[in-house]
């Protein structure tokens, strides 16, 4: 449950600056570049909440096998989508991009923030909002797992 809680409290702060533009299925739909919150630590705090939920999930249901899955289809997913975003932040954010990609780790976050953080404000209607689909995705997921269980243990 530690890494299900990590990873929606990791989404929760991201599309509080990002707000729900985050679910775009264009590029262009975000506001601008975010460099504030967890975007100061790492570039796809996203991706990586969305992999920490995730990994909780296998690991709640007992399914271990599943994990060498998940990173095989985690990465295979989330590198070319991330090189077609960065392709794009590259072309409209030009050198204010570059410096923030030279500065801040794709995956993994840094104990630092960036020295640059953009004026973006967190919001928690916006961050609300926006994860209402996620927070009840996991409650139902984990609500199924606990009553499978509890059917197998009857």
């Not at 929606?8 to 707000?19: D, K, N, T």
């Not at 009840?136 to 243990?153: E, H, K, N, P, S």
Request: contains cysteine; glycine residues 8%.
């Amino acid at each position: 449950m530690l890494f299900i809680a990590i990873g929606e409290l990791l989404r929760i702060w991201a599309v509080g600056y990002a707000g729900a533009s985050t679910r775009a299925r264009t590029l262009g739909a975000a506001r601008d570049l975010v460099t504030t919150g967890p975007y100061g630590y790492v570039r796809n705090p996203l991706y990586l909440g969305n992999f920490l939920l995730s990994l909780g999930v296998c690991f709640v249901a007992n399914v271990y096998w599943l994990v060498a899955v998940l990173v095989v289809g985690y990465f295979f997913q989330y590198l070319s989508i991330i090189a077609v975003e960065e392709s794009y932040l590259m072309e409209s954010c030009g050198p204010v991009y570059q410096a923030y990609r030279d500065r801040v780790p794709r995956f993994i976050p840094q104990l630092h923030s960036y020295p640059d953080p953009s004026s973006h404000d967190f919001s928690w209607t916006r961050a609300l909002k926006s994860e209402k689909r996620t927070l009840t995705a996991i409650v139902c997921v984990i609500g199924l797992i606990f009553v499978r269980q509890t059917v197998d243990l009857l």
